[in-house]
């Protein structure tokens, strides 16, 4: 029933059009009584008590009702259409906008297969039972209420007689309903589980080549595909002995009328036209009957998507964006950690994370794989909420931020580089609200892309990403950091940006970010020595730890962890140079 509350919820913004609807449904299943009423009279009337005048007024109202029947008809089933597709598209607009707030911990959690199954068949569960599903719920109900009240109106005993079969049916419906509902569920999990088989399988599908396992991944679909055919096996099962019963007890009511009617007829109990006009009645108990089966089995199919969709609409992000939030137009970039612990699961990850930094500084976080480096950087960001701690920006914590604000001012580099399929203008410019072609090259420039780009087919309008040309891994993390570049945020961080880049790119992208970026504070997380070793502060991070931290010649004098991994980098070249002087290392 709270399936059923919830979408009324959606329907309600409609509701004028849905209950003018609804009435037609009842006008139009009111109307269906009066042919079956006339053509008795027909009968009676005309055929055996001959008044011939009344014959053509007759015929008449019959075409009349027949045609305004249809025009009604017509009419509410568009208006349901109508009401359907809205909903609809509310709800998926609505459930888009719940993606786009949802934090990495729920994507950490979700198969990208469950979700595109919410927004596909789950949806169309319920459009359908938006569109179809309720007004024949209703146009059946209404029509067998009407076609009863209209029978003990012509005669009561033989409608006594005819509905003794009636609570079989009920009977019937009502095993069918329970029995069909954890089989739907079914259903929509396993269509789940091969959607995120499918899904998985076309992103990988490099993988699965590289390591020839196309016979394993069929094998595996197959396994799924059987899973979810004997879901679907197991309600046809269920449904075709329900819907067999159904359809035999409907087909009963005709028998027993006809025999019945015979005897009533013989017996005087009935005339002529009374017993044609239960004939025209007998589908109005048919009908429904036939139909009680198929509508439990949408309905329960609408129960099941409805639950799903809900979930996923009422899931909790737990990184709260502060409805009071201050909106920040510049931060100035001093960055805090005070305390911060932080735990993905169970484990701690980060263990009393303390460092300060100053506006304009840049600041290295140095350790091994692992050790929490990025983390530490999706903290700053609010990816995650440090499990205990406080991070502050500029002296305020980061928690009472508007989180959109917040994150104008930091831009992000990530590890894992993620390009749209869309032209590589229009990547660059992603975190800008306008394209400036000028910006774009400048940006591109200062990641030292812009040289390959504009040997590109298209240049800047190469389409790149998913469906796009194939980039090397260098040349898409130099778009990245363009893209990065040209929001000139506050505060920039760069995630292992150049560890695909050579020696001497790197050298030169680092000396373009030190022209530009003097005001702004840096996040550099790097394995090279030589990507760090300028920067004011070198935090270096063991096991969720900062286990060293000051600047490059600090941690050398200090020879401890980081001492260790610079020897291992440069260690000829240090015996060669006796080591002296490390300075012109990089
Ligand atoms: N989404 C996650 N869920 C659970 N654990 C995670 C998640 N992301 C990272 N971890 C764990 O947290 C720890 C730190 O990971 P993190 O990504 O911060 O390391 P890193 O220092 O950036 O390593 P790398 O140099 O390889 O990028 C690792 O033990 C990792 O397994
Ligand atoms: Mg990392």
């Known amino acids: 029933m709270s399936s059923i509350k919830w979408i009324f919820s959606y329907i309600n913004k409609y509701k004028f059009r849905f209950y003018i609807a609804l009435t037609a449904v009842l006008l139009s299943s009111f109307m269906a009584m009066i042919n079956p009423y006339l053509s008795g009279r027909l009968v009676d009337e005309v055929i055996i008590q001959n008044k011939t005048d009344i014959l053509f007024p007759i015929l008449g109202v019959m075409v009349a009702v027949t045609v305004i029947k249809a025009i009604i008809r017509y009419t509410y089933q568009m208006a349901f259409e109508f009401v359907s597709q809205n909903v609809i598209f509310e709800l998926r607009q609505k459930m888009y906008s719940k993606l786009q707030e949802l934090d990495l911990d729920y994507y950490n959690k979700t198969r990208t297969g469950d979700i595109m199954a919410r927004m596909t068949g789950d949806m169309d569960a319920v459009r359908h039972f938006v569109a179809w599903v309720i007004y024949n719920i209703c146009e059946n109900v209404t029509v067998f209420i009407f076609a009863i009240i209209s029978m003990f109106f012509i005669n009561v005993e033989f409608t006594l007689l005819m509905f003794a079969l009636t609570p079989i049916v009920a009977y019937c419906a009502y095993r069918f309903a329970k029995q069909a509902n954890p089989i739907f569920f079914g259903i929509r999990e396993q269509f789940s589980k091969l959607n995120t088989v499918v899904q998985e399988n076309?992103?990988?599908?490099?993988?699965?080549?590289?390591?020839?396992?196309?016979?394993?991944?069929?094998?595996?679909?197959?396994?799924?595909?059987?899973?979810?055919?004997?879901?679907?096996m197991e309600l046809a099962n269920v449904a075709q002995k329900y819907l067999s019963i159904l359809n035999a007890l409907s087909n009963m009511?005709?028998?027993?009328?006809?025999?019945?009617?015979?005897?009533?007829?013989?017996?005087?109990r009935l005339t002529m036209g009374e017993l044609v006009m239960f004939n025209g009645l007998i589908w109005a108990i048919n009908n429904p009957m036939n139909m009680v089966g198929w509508l439990i089995n949408d309905a329960q199919r609408f129960i099941a998507a409805a639950r799903k969709i809900k979930i996923l609409v009422n899931e909790e992000t737990k990184i709260k964006n502060p409805e009071e939030g201050i909106k920040p137009k510049k931060l100035k970039g001093e960055i805090e950690f005070r305390n911060v612990n932080f735990e993905y699961g169970y484990e701690p990850v980060l263990k009393n994370i303390n460092f300060k930094v100053k506006s304009g500084q840049r600041v290295a976080i140095f350790g091994q794989t692992g050790a929490g480096k990025s983390t530490i950087v999706n903290l700053i960001e609010r990816f995650y909420d440090a499990t205990s701690g406080e991070i502050l920006i500029d002296g305020i914590d980061i928690r009472k931020y508007n989180l959109q604000g917040l994150r104008k001012n930091i831009s992000i580099s990530m590890q894992d580089v993620f390009l749209f399929s869309n032209t590589i203008e229009e990547n660059i410019s992603y975190g800008v609200s306008e394209?400036?072609?000028?910006?774009?090259?400048?940006?591109?420039?200062?990641?030292?892309?812009?040289?390959f780009i504009q040997n590109l087919s298209d240049s800047y309008e190469t389409v790149v990403g998913e469906r796009g040309v194939g980039l090397s891994g260098g040349q898409k993390q130099r778009i990245t950091l363009a893209r990065s570049i040209i929001k000139e945020p506050s505060i920039l961080i760069l995630d292992d940006t150049t560890s695909a880049l050579d020696v001497e790119t790197e050298a030169m992208i680092q000396k373009n970010l030190n022209t530009i970026y003097k005001d702004k504070t840096c996040f550099i997380i790097a394995h090279r020595i030589s990507s760090i070793?300028?920067?004011?502060?070198?935090?270096?991070?063991?096991?969720?730890?900062?286990?060293?931290?000051?600047?490059?010649?600090?941690?050398?004098?200090?020879?401890?962890?980081?001492?260790?991994?610079?020897k291992a980098q440069y260690g000829d070249y240090l015996d060669e140079e006796d080591n002296e002087d490390c300075k012109e290392v990089g």
Do not use: C
């Not at 009511?253 to 005087?268: C, E, H, K, P, R």
């Not at 072609?437 to 400048?442: G, M, V």
């Not at 060293?548 to 991994?565: A, I, Q």
């Open 202 to 232: 076309i992103s990988g599908n490099r993988v699965v080549k590289a390591f020839a396992k196309e016979d394993y991944e069929i094998l595996k679909f197959e396994e799924r595909n059987k899973a979810y055919m004997d879901a679907n």
């Open 533 to 566: 070793k300028d920067s004011d502060l070198i935090l270096v991070l063991d096991d969720g730890r900062i286990v060293e931290s000051g600047t490059h010649k600090e941690l050398l004098d200090n020879k401890g962890h980081y001492y260790g991994v610079y």
């Open 435 to 451: 394209i400036d072609n000028n910006k774009i090259n400048w940006a591109a420039e200062m990641a030292d892309a812009n040289n």
């Open 253 to 268: 009511f005709t028998i027993v009328m006809i025999l019945a009617g015979g005897i009533f007829v013989i017996n005087d």
